[in-house]
């Protein structure tokens, strides 16, 4: 080949950053206080979208919306903070923070205030249902929509998986106490809860629960998990509550479940049509943390849910 030729055949037009195939929302890194806590949160999309709130579980973090958070931002703003003893949120010792779910959605409830987020749907998973139905008793005109993965409200929703930590709620002792750490807070029941139930346990990324193993073993971390678990208890009480709610303010509800969670079991997700007829359920062949195999899933399953119960989208803002 001549040099002329070879000149000619390496001109390719250049890729511009706008192309399409370029157009990835940027996800950001902020941290803010609130309720007398530095919550570090993940944003990503426009400031004037239509909200969509992430709020994550244990023992995880906004971390475990990476993928997610991309996917949806072209049409919403997304927004995921870790809940205080979690992720990267700092509670200054000072603060002598009580690590009750009551406390952690006071303090969710702070941060949206603090955001000025007047409006926007919830991602409820694990921890962040209690939390996020607390919230949103507390100010129903702001909810646009329920998304729950995994995330529970009915005592037919929890499996045996819970039997150690029923058992400390019934006898809070100490022994019961080290059961759970000695068991749950270990690096092998992290990644179990991450595993579990999928169908190819090695497609679960590893960094997901290598992170939570870490942060887990910060100092004191434990005992603000132990405390938290024996708190759950709380949260069962008030599933009459919660279920009022949906009964009352009737919020679009998208129940997509992995089907084969240990802890939040299949019935959990069929009951929230009990309260809300018009519930949508979907299940995925997969575990608890469903969002680290099937992400692809929940975000199209989401964007569907969204424009069928009109809940705004940005790009339609702009066209109208």
């Known amino acids: 080949m001549s040099d002329a030729t070879s000149r000619t055949a390496t001109k390719r037009p250049m890729p511009r950053q706008d192309d399409a195939q370029f157009n990835v929302p940027t996800t950001s890194i902020h941290k803010v206080e609130a309720d007398g806590v530095q919550v570090f949160y993940r944003s990503a999309g426009e ?4 909200v969509v709130l992430l709020l994550h579980g244990f023992p995880s973090s906004s971390f475990m919306f990476r993928e997610l958070i991309p996917r949806l931002a072209d049409d919403y703003r997304v927004i995921a903070p870790d809940l205080p003893g979690f992720g990267f949120s700092e509670v200054p010792s000072e603060r002598q923070y009580s690590y009750t779910f009551d406390r952690l959605a006071l303090t969710l409830d702070a941060f949206t205030r603090t955001l000025k987020l007047d409006h926007y749907a919830i991602y409820a998973f694990d921890y962040g249902a209690p939390t996020g139905f607390r919230l949103a008793m507390a100010h129903p005109e702001r909810v646009t929509a329920i998304v729950s993965q995994n995330g ?14 029923r058992k400390y709620w019934a ?3 100490a022994e019961n106490r080290n059961i759970l750490r000695q068991t749950v807070l270990t690096a092998g029941g992290t990644r179990w809860q991450y595993t579990h139930g999928v169908a190819n346990p090695e497609s679960v990324p590893p960094e997901s629960y290598t992170l939570d193993t870490a ?8 005992e603000i998990q132990l405390d938290l678990f024996l708190d759950y208890a709380s949260n069962v009480k008030l599933y009459p509550k919660f279920q009022e709610y949906f009964r009352k303010s009737k919020p679009p509800l ?3 479940w992995g089907k084969n969670d240990p802890f939040f079991i299949p019935a959990g997700a069929k009951a929230f049509q009990k309260d809300l007829p018009d519930a949508e359920v979907q299940f995925l062949d997969t575990g608890h943390f469903a969002i680290e195999t099937h992400v692809v899933e929940i975000a199209a399953a989401m964007k569907n849910f969204f424009a069928a119960n009109g809940v705004g989208r940005l790009k339609a803002e702009r066209t109208a």
Not at 47 to 50: A, E, F, L
Not at 152 to 165: F, Q, R, S, T, V
Not at 215 to 222: A, D, F, H, S, W
């Open 254 to 256: 998208l129940a997509i």
């Open 152 to 165: 529970n409200a009915y005592e037919e929703g929890l499996g045996d998986a819970w039997g150690p930590i």
């Open 47 to 50: 400031i004037n979208g239509p």
């Open 171 to 173: 006898e809070p002792t």
């Open 215 to 222: 942060l887990l073993e910060r100092p004191g971390n434990k």
